[in-house]
């Protein structure tokens, strides 16, 4: 009975809040002794519900202090929730945070060893896991000292190898991927990949939006122990920066666009020509700049394409035409968001541009750029492009 | 299977962290897990010196030194290992703290690791009392096969104490200070270093069920008498343990909900 292909969940949080006492010397007594009916609680998670569906990762955006955190712990199960109901479906490993887990003297061939203990591996399966964080965790011979001589990176390669050794199907991972070098950072980005590509699942919690990017299909902001918003990392990782205003501030009043350019689709390696009308209302200097993003769920975000300089649109009030060409597109295919802004320099800091109007997904007004084509065509470089306004 | 709320990936677990305390215990000290079996030699030792050399009229009921020495030292051995076991079960949530906040798992189990660390010191006592019992030509009593059940209600008994204690440490951190003070009066105050004789009639009333005390004898009896303890005693002592470990369950459980907000 295979027919039927229903999304299996990995992850299901219902309703879950979760608040703490706020306990102080007095009132310490008072809850050991079962009198602490009254304590002033502070709610840390309000009704917070989510699903992380078989196969993905889901991320959460928040602010330092915002539940990130507790949230993870109460799906992981190291904290109790006040109400609602976790249900998790798989094995599971978290990293809730760089926190020592027992004694410092222990080498970290002995820390390894404990943390899989504690997981409740067997002796058998320890050893050939030891082996794969002693090699993925690079460690080499301070592999062999106590973890309490070493470096805040060091520790967390130790933590993120032991933490992903086995074949978990469920990962809780909390900020650990902004910890470490870029090089060992990679790793653990392929790892993880490689993970998902196995069908493992997990929840990343982060403050930092291109690794949500990076990673998840989905994600959620939270905000004072509530979720603010679910949908499209993108558009989290927006309202994230920018809040519910969701642009960045523009100066008007200057120059604006008349038109937004429609979405493209090319194929790569043909030339791209985008034309989008601008009308100047005050006598400034209005220069034009253009960028071509990568910005997928699983993928990650990158700068594609940039213009380098402010391409001068012109001075005096009027109607003026922008148009950007790239001969030869060199991009591979998939699918990209353009963004388009008129700038002036700021009059007090030459060096600085004040954004007058435009489209970028930032902005929630972005040019999606698809390119199509064979993934395995190849790229014809040099390649230039042009941005002139007449 | 579950008993009293634990199955069997909870006995997998006070395993493996009753493996971890005992190396952390001793991690990192030169001479490691020797000082495990030192320091209750030395204590034993010191009393010995004390009662033999500098009060010797204070020995109980000994015929030689080396009875009062066997008789000090079976009821001595085991308030070590209550005491140790205590002092471990009132320091083990705060001292594992990394661990409640990071892991899923029953903390429950931490006091009751605490408590079989007390296993140690009287592990270490019952090999001096075989080796003096052998010098002294006395040889091993049919009676001595009630000591494990001794031992094993001795260590509920002490696993239930620690969880009342263990999760009152992590409200009034002040408990894991005052409690090497109360364990030195509750010492004094139990018949152990002195036969209950040695106390005033009206005193010895009360103390008779001072579970401290009662526990020594059930070591006592069997060791040093080849007789087994008084039925009333095993069975006082059972409610004892019971009581000790269905009230401190009870006591954890409601107050483990709060630890987050201390640790």
């Known amino acids: 009975m295979r027919d039927v292909v229903v999304p299996v969940i990995a992850i299901s949080c219902q309703g879950v ?26 709610e840390a998670l309000k009704d917070i519900s989510f699903d992380v569906p078989k196969g993905q990762f889901v991320g959460i955006l928040g602010k330092n202090g915002a539940g990130k955190s507790t949230l993870l712990r109460v799906v992981g199960g190291a904290y109790s929730a006040d109400r609602g109901r976790v249900a998790i479906n798989g094995a599971l490993s978290a990293i809730y945070e760089l926190g020592l887990v027992g004694n410092p003297q222990l080498t970290g061939r002995q820390y390894a060893e404990r943390l899989l203990t504690v997981h409740g591996f067997k002796k058998s399966q320890r050893g050939p896991m030891i082996a794969d964080i002693h090699d993925f965790s690079e460690l080499g011979d ?11 990176g060091m520790m967390a390669r130790l933590f993120f190898s032991t933490a992903t050794a086995g074949n978990y199907e469920v990962y809780l991972l909390d900020e650990i991927l902004s910890v470490g070098d870029q090089h060992f950072q990679s790793k653990c980005w392929r790892r993880l990949r ?32 509530r979720v603010t918003y679910s949908g499209p990392p993108e558009r989290a990782a927006r309202l994230y920066l920018f809040g519910e205003v969701a ?22 390696g043909r030339d791209l020509v985008i034309g989008a009308r601008a009308e100047i209302l005050k006598p400034v ?33 009027g109607i003026y035409h922008v148009n950007i060409a790239v001969p030869r597109l060199p991009l591979d295919p998939g699918t990209y968001q353009a963004s388009l802004h008129l700038v002036m320099p700021d009059g007090e800091l030459p060096t600085r541009r004040v954004l007058l109007d435009g489209f970028g997904w930032l ?18 470089l040099p390649a230039r492009w042009s941005v002139s306004a007449a | 299977m579950n008993i009293m709320g634990f199955d069997r990936r909870d006995m997998l677990m006070l395993s493996n962290l009753f493996r971890m305390a005992l190396t952390d215990r001793y991690l990192g000290s030169a001479l490691g897990t020797v000082w495990a079996f030192l320091s209750p030699l030395m204590l034993l030792g010191i009393f010995c010196f004390v009662f033999t050399f500098v009060f010797p009229n204070r ?13 000090l030292f079976s009821g001595y051995g085991p308030w070590l290992s209550i005491s140790e076991g205590l002092s471990n079960g009132t320091a083990s949530v705060v001292g594992s703290a990394g661990i409640v906040k990071n892991i899923a798992f029953k903390s429950e189990l931490l006091p009751v690791v605490g408590a079989l660390l007390g296993l140690v010191p009287l592990a270490v006592s019952f090999v001096l009392i075989a080796l003096l019992q052998l010098v002294n030509g006395t040889l091993p009593q049919p009676a001595m096969l009630i000591l494990p059940l001794v031992v094993l209600l001795q260590l509920v008994f002490v696993a239930g104490l620690g969880m009342f204690l263990g999760a009152l440490n992590v409200f009034v951190r002040d408990t894991a200070l005052i409690l090497p003070n109360l364990l030195t009066i509750l010492l004094f105050a139990s018949p152990i270093f002195y ?35 008084p039925l009333w005693m095993l069975a006082y002592l059972t409610i004892c343990a019971s009581l000790s470990l269905t009230g401190g369950l009870l006591w954890f459980r409601r107050l483990k909900n709060f630890f987050d907000t201390r640790l």
């Open chain 1, 194 to 225: 490689d993970r998902v590509s196995r069908g493992a699942s997990g929840v990343l919690v982060t403050h930092d939006w291109s690794a949500i990017i990076k990673l998840c299909e989905t994600a959620h902001i939270i905000d004072k122990g």
């Open chain 1, 363 to 380: 902005d929630g007004n972005g040019i999606t750029l698809n390119v199509l084509g064979d993934p395995d065509g190849g790229l014809m």
């Open chain 1, 142 to 152: 301070r592999f062999e000292d106590p973890v309490l001589t070493y470096s805040a």
């Open chain 1, 285 to 317: 200097e209005v220069g034009a700049v253009f960028v071509i993003e990568r910005l997928q769920p699983g993928y990650g975000w990158e700068i594609a394409l940039m213009s380098r300089s402010v391409s001068p649109v012109g001075r005096e009030p």
């Open chain 1, 247 to 268: 642009r960045q501030a523009m100066t008007s009043g200057y120059a604006r666009f008349i038109e937004k350019p429609a979405d493209i689709q090319i194929e790569a």
């Open chain 2, 195 to 229: 036969a209950l004789t040695a106390y005033p009639a009206f005193a010895q009333s009360v103390l008779v069920f001072n579970p401290f005390y009662v526990i020594a004898e059930c070591y006592r009896d069997p060791i040093l008498n080849g007789r087994l303890p």
């Open chain 1, 17 to 42: 809040s979760k608040s703490f006492a706020l306990v102080d010397k007095g009132s310490a007594w008072r809850l050991a002794f079962g009198m602490g009916t009254d304590v002033p609680t502070f």
């Open chain 2, 59 to 71: 020995m109980a009921g000994a015929t030689s030194t080396l009875t009062f020495v066997i008789w």
